[in-house]
């Protein structure tokens, strides 16, 4: 596509449930980015996909967080048992390889745990 | 180590002013200096970016100054206008073949009619 895509756009969910997060990154595009937005702070990074190297799993807060990128494509994040500071928008970037690319970021995905 | 420290955190500018951010770092293996403008809703947008061995990089209105010494890097944005009114983040990336950006907190800047 010729952007990022993120679905859902917003998402309540009661604390305690499973969500789903998608991203579906720029064609062409073989790394993939989440970064987690929370009001009025900076963007605290996640899990990092390149190719089919291991990701780079760092930035996930919790065993409840995961992340998976099927066919080199299209990448889900998961959080299990939702609590309410997971409330956040979760931003997802892509970029062709190498050093002089900079991310292109979907609109993100706004979690309300309530 | 791996942090990127911005300020302001809020500025306010009149309308054909000049609005400067600036960020500081530690980690020297930094090589990659990247700005980022966002508006209300959507994904932060790639500004302008520069690499270290550059001490300033002009795109328009938009001027990115470095100074590897002090491991600080700024933003000015010349003639500022309503329209560049949103939240600029400063990022940094380590060397190799990580593409992971480390984001300063942003920079929310209105600009007054």
């Known amino acids: 596509g010729a952007g990022v895509s993120q679905s859902p756009s917003n998402k309540v969910t009661e604390k305690g449930k499973d969500v789903e997060l998608r991203c579906d990154p720029i064609s062409g595009h073989t790394a993939l980015y989440w970064y987690r937005q929370s009001l009025g702070q900076g963007l605290e990074f996640l899990i990092y996909f390149q190719g089919n190297s291991a990701p780079d799993k760092s930035g996930l807060p919790s065993d409840r967080f995961s992340a998976e990128r099927t066919g080199g494509s299209v990448s889900t994040l998961t959080i299990q048992r939702t609590q309410q500071e997971d409330s956040a928008v979760y931003l997802c970037?892509?970029?062709?390889?190498?050093?002089?690319?900079?991310?292109?970021f979907g609109s993100g995905t706004r979690l309300t745990v309530v | 180590q791996q942090q990127v420290k911005q300020s302001p955190q809020s500025l306010i500018v009149q309308k054909g002013g000049i609005s400067i951010i600036n960020c500081a770092y530690e980690n020297t293996a930094f090589d990659y200096f990247p700005w980022y403008q966002q508006f209300p809703g959507k994904g932060p947008a790639l500004l302008i970016a520069i690499r270290p061995d550059v001490s300033e990089k002009k795109e328009g209105r938009f001027t990115i100054s470095f100074n590897k010494s002090a491991k600080q890097f700024s933003l000015h944005i010349m003639d500022s206008q309503p329209g560049d009114s949103a939240t600029y983040f400063c990022?940094?990336?380590?060397?190799?073949?990580?593409?992971?950006?480390?984001f300063g907190q942003g920079t929310t800047l209105q600009v007054k009619p």
């Open positions: 990022a940094a990336r380590g060397s190799g073949n990580t593409g992971k950006l480390i």
């Open positions: 970037a892509s970029s062709l390889p190498g050093e002089n690319y900079g991310y292109t």
